[in-house]
């Protein structure tokens, strides 16, 4: 078990909808990371967020957003979805800022079906 | 766009024998790292080695880096059925993020 906690499993939604995956993070860590795991495009950066700040954004769309709350927690909002969206959506965490490429700690995914 | 690729995409072995997979990556590194994911679960950090480490051990595992050859293994020793798992190489940078490659699925039987 990482210590990193993903809500929900799972999510079936229709295009055009609006979808918010939380993540809480392991105990102590300030930074969280948003990754997008599909067949064809592999693992993909989304953003960092460290101690409630963006730090680095990477592959993200303008559709996508996501924040860290003062509790650390974060959310990831993804809205006017389409087909091509669906992936598993992870969430990892890591003590610190992340400037040197840490190592991560995972939650098991939400998986995104858009039908 | 990928960092990190490795090679094979895919490996089948027997338990006992030993797996090697590879990593190669593009630009300059402060560290790459090992995962491990099982399927349709979260990635495991396995192992971590620094840029001005050549070699690194953990159990019955066995990094080693090349950065001359921009290039990485992972040797895995005595395999187990519960090896079986997707192994991904990941890049570390000074840009705050870890980039992944595509995975080498490896399939021990038993």
């Known amino acids: 078990d990482s210590g990193v906690t993903q809500t929900p499993k799972h999510l079936i939604t229709a295009t055009g909808q609006r979808v918010t995956l939380r993540c809480s993070p392991r105990s102590g860590d300030l930074s969280v990371y948003w990754y997008q795991q599909s067949l064809d495009q592999g693992l993909q950066f989304l953003i960092q967020y460290y101690n409630g700040e963006e730090r680095a954004k990477g592959n993200i769309l303008e559709r996508f957003s996501a924040q860290q709350f003062p509790d650390l927690h974060s959310e990831l909002n993804l809205s006017s979805l389409e087909l091509g969206d669906s992936a598993l959506y992870f969430c990892?965490?890591?003590?610190?800022?992340?400037?040197?490429?840490?190592?991560?700690?995972f939650g098991n995914g939400t998986r995104l079906t858009v039908t | 766009s990928q960092q990190g690729e490795e090679d094979p995409q895919a490996l089948s072995i027997q338990e006992g024998e030993n797996a090697t997979m590879n990593c190669s990556y593009k630009t300059s590194i402060n560290n790459l790292q090992w995962y491990r994911q099982n399927s349709g679960r979260g990635l495991v950090h396995l192992i971590l080695?620094?840029?001005?480490?050549r070699e690194k051990h953990s159990g019955r595992l066995r990094v080693t880096l090349d950065t001359s050859k921009k290039s990485s293994s992972l040797l895995i020793t005595a395999s187990r059925a519960a090896d079986t798992a997707s192994y991904f190489c990941a890049t570390g940078g000074s840009n705050y993020k870890l980039t992944f490659g595509k995975g080498t699925l490896l399939t021990v039987n038993p």
């Open positions: 990892a965490s890591s003590g610190d800022s992340g400037g040197s490429g840490p190592p991560l700690h």
């Open positions: 080695i620094r840029s001005n480490e």
